[in-house]
């Protein structure tokens, strides 16, 4: 997750069913949508790869997703990236916070096809077109939610690279667990807004804010 944005920083046609078969119960069904909620750490900064317009540079370090279908996490290292790309692929939706800008971008030397091919909606692309500034994801977890994030992604950073010079597994193991709890915050904060059509922030000044939203699920579905 991109730590440093300060504080405010895609129907087909059905076919009609016979007036004579409509009492029989043939409405057409519909599956479960495969919604993936993603998010990565990186194993590079902005000051190592020189600067923010070379993210492409620095490097997965975890990524992780959640599946609305199977109710669990999927934590992936960099030598899984083939493995998260596909998975990626197979959702109806991706939800993230800077997911395009930010973490596609890192994913996209890893990846034979275009990330922006998929299904995705980016939640500070959509409070950035109506406020016209950007919000950090723990800014609207914490006042919509109650929540936040278990660290920041400079502290990320410098776990990565203990884990470099040491080998010690725990400080990935804590690069895990951090991701994990933004995934955790990017669908809960989603799902708030799909559910209650709104976001709660506060104001340059300090004051209380509503966002109005309309994050309906069935939007985003193609």
């Known amino acids: ?12 046609e059905e076919t009609p069913v016979p007036e004579a078969k409509k009492d029989v119960g043939l409405e057409k069904k519909t599956e479960p949508r495969r919604i993936l909620y ?14 923010w317009s070379n993210i492409h540079l620095m490097k997965m370090a975890v990524g992780v997703v959640w599946d609305s279908l199977d109710k669990e996490y999927s934590i992936y290292l960099e030598k899984d990236a083939d493995g998260l790309l596909k998975q990626l692929r197979s959702a109806d939706l991706v939800v993230g916070f800077n ?20 299904n995705t909606f980016d939640m500070i692309l959509d409070v950035k077109k109506k406020l016209g500034f950007r ?3 723990n800014h609207l977890a914490q006042y919509t939610l109650g929540s936040e994030k278990s660290a920041d992604g400079l502290v990320s950073l410098e776990w990565y690279k203990e884990f470099e010079r040491s080998g010690d597994q725990s400080f990935m193991e804590k690069i895990i667990h951090y991701c ?14 799909a559910k209650n059509g709104y ?21 985003f579905l193609p």
Do not use: C, H
């Open 99 to 118: 997911v395009i800008g930010f973490d596609y971008t890192v994913m996209q030397p890893y990846s034979k096809f275009d990330l922006l091919e998929i």
């Open 180 to 193: 994990e709890k933004d995934v955790e915050i990017t669908r809960d904060l989603f799902l708030f807004g």
């Open 1 to 12: 997750m991109n730590e440093q944005l300060g504080l405010f920083g895609n129907l087909e």
């Open 199 to 219: 976001v709660n922030y506060k104001t340059r000044s300090g004051a209380d804010a509503v966002l109005n939203v309309d994050w309906k699920i069935e939007n």
């Open 135 to 137: 919000l950090a994801l």
């Open 38 to 51: 993603f998010d990565l750490e990186t194993q590079k900064g902005s000051m190592d790869v020189g600067g």
